[in-house]
């Protein structure tokens, strides 16, 4: 889109045009609401480590959360500065964050426990140094879209093996949030009309309905993982609003 005040950091050099206008409210920030919308992903994910690390449930969660914090922080640079270096590396921790994702739903069922993890991270290594020589563009969008595919049968087959009703709840959240999130990105990405009077910002709203999406995400997993370990999970809520999981483990003698 069209720059409206001067760029403090210099020139735009991504590849891809997001429906927003550069530079209109801030010349330190260029696309304002892109960049600030990521604030919610942020402060979910401090909550959900905060309640990971005091209950003491294991490590992959409290990694789980910071890789969302340390995305959305990512993100914030490159929507901040537009730069194509920022903009590689806010993809590549997405990939790498969906291949935690995957590593957390399909570890517990996987017979040989050391090679899931080292598979996954010389995958994960390999992307990143193709990435870095090679702008993949759609071919990193499709890849994205392949490795959330793979995660959503697992999603859905925990969703049938939970009785607690209000588990089930935080699974629904997720459900909806990424659909409509989608939704906002493709309506940003193929229907954007400079003729707008008013952006409807669908991609900052991608980026506040992920941020839902990834603590529920993150949540409901933690249910199902206490319910694996045996620790009598069950979801409670702060203020009554944002639910959170509530374990008691077993006393040991």
């Known amino acids: 889109m069209a720059d409206g005040l001067s760029s403090f950091w210099g020139p735009v050099t991504f590849t891809n045009e997001w429906c927003e206008k550069n530079y209109v409210y801030s ?18 994910a401090l909550i959900g480590l905060v309640n990971s690390s005091r209950q003491r449930f294991e490590k992959r969660f409290s990694v789980l959360h910071l890789s969302n914090m340390i995305l959305a922080i ?21 990939i790498w964050e969906t291949l935690l994702y995957i590593y957390v739903l399909y570890s517990p069922d996987w017979h ?20 870095s020589h090679i702008q993949l563009g759609i071919g990193f969008k499709v890849h994205f879209v392949i490795l959330c595919l793979l995660c959503i049968p697992r999603m ?14 935080v699974a629904k959240v997720y459900a909806v949030t990424l659909v409509v999130g989608t939704l906002c990105w493709l309506f940003d990405r193929v229907l954007c009309r400079d003729s707008w ?7 900052a709203m991608w980026h506040v309905f992920m941020g839902i999406n990834s603590y529920f995400a993150n949540t409901f997993l933690m249910f199902c993982r206490a319910q694996q370990r ?20 077993p006393k040991v003698r």
């Not at 620790?231 to 483990?249: D, F, N, S, T």
């Open 112 to 131: 040989y426990r050391r090679t899931m993890p080292t598979f996954l991270v010389v995958y994960g290594a390999t992307f990143a140094m193709v990435h």
């Open 74 to 94: 990512w993100n914030i640079l490159y929507h901040a500065t537009l730069y194509r270096v920022l903009q590689q590396s806010d993809e590549t921790p997405v």
């Open 156 to 169: 859905y087959k925990y969703y049938l093996y939970t009785d607690d009703l209000y588990a089930k709840r």
């Open 197 to 203: 009077p008013v952006n409807p910002q669908g991609h």
């Open 27 to 44: 010349s330190y920030i260029a696309e304002f609401f892109n960049t600030l919308s990521n604030i919610p992903c942020i402060l979910l």
């Open 230 to 249: 045996g620790w009598a999970p069950k979801v409670v809520h702060y203020m009554g609003i944002l639910p959170y999981v509530k374990i008691r483990k």
